[in-house]
T-cell receptor
């Protein structure tokens, strides 16, 4: 099993629908992140959580919400999807061992299309 | 807004040649990381360099950091077709919240 699992892998949804993207990890990391990737724009941070009771907005949080249900689970919701939320979404995890150079662990991504 | 900007945006080289890509950033950092992404898949961590380090090596990878110029470079020596990917730098200002650049698309021709 992958260290960081994202579901679904691909999703097509209609404008106005609510959709949830899920992320679970087996790394035991305390920190979890949601990024969005658009062509030519790199990755942009949507939300991040440093532990179960800590939720923080990133640079592009409007139109999104998150829930940290447990240390291992971090879900991203689009309350009312719109076409410009079509993108590749990544969940990532890290812990304080970043100090020792381990970096983020990324999931395989969810390709979301809003029509 | 992006913290890091990679240069060039795209690079095409022959197998066996060296590939160099650069990252410039705007604000002071604690450390900088480089990641590889294969064709729309998840990013893979390559190397981390701290602000008090000037150079690090990992296999065929060499990373340099110049904090006075707010720039870093990633050198891949003796490139292989399997190195074809996008490469991203990511910077941390001390919050463990990394900001990614826009990436360099590397194509290694066999």
């Amino acid at each position: 099993d992958a260290d960081v699992t994202q579901t679904p892998r691909n999703r097509i949804t209609k404008t106005g629908k609510r959709i949830m993207l899920e992320c679970s990890q087996t790394k035991g990391h305390d920190r979890m992140y949601w990024y969005r990737q658009d062509p030519g724009l790199g990755l942009r941070l949507i939300y991040y959580s440093f532990d179960v009771k800590d939720i923080n907005k990133g640079e592009i949080s409007d139109g999104y919400s998150v829930s940290r249900q447990a240390q291992a689970k971090f879900s991203l919701s689009l309350e009312s999807a719109i076409p410009n939320q079509t993108a590749l979404y990544f969940c990532a995890t890290s812990d304080t061992s970043t100090r020792r150079g381990n970096g983020y662990t990324f999931g395989s991504g969810t390709r979301l299309t809003v029509v | 807004s992006q913290q890091g900007e990679e240069d060039p945006q795209a690079l095409s080289i022959q197998e066996g040649e060296n590939a160099t890509m650069n990252c410039s950033y705007k604000t002071s950092i604690n450390n900088l990381q480089w990641y590889r992404q294969n064709s729309g898949r998840g990013l893979v961590h390559l190397i981390l360099i701290r602000s008090n380090e000037r150079e690090k090596h990992s296999g065929r990878l060499r990373v340099t950091l110049d904090t006075s110029k707010k720039s870093s470079s990633l050198l891949i020596t003796a490139s292989r077709a399997a190195d074809t990917a996008s490469y991203f730098c990511a910077t941390d200002a001390g919050t463990y919240k990394y900001i990614f650049g826009t990436g360099t698309r590397l194509k290694v021709l066999a």
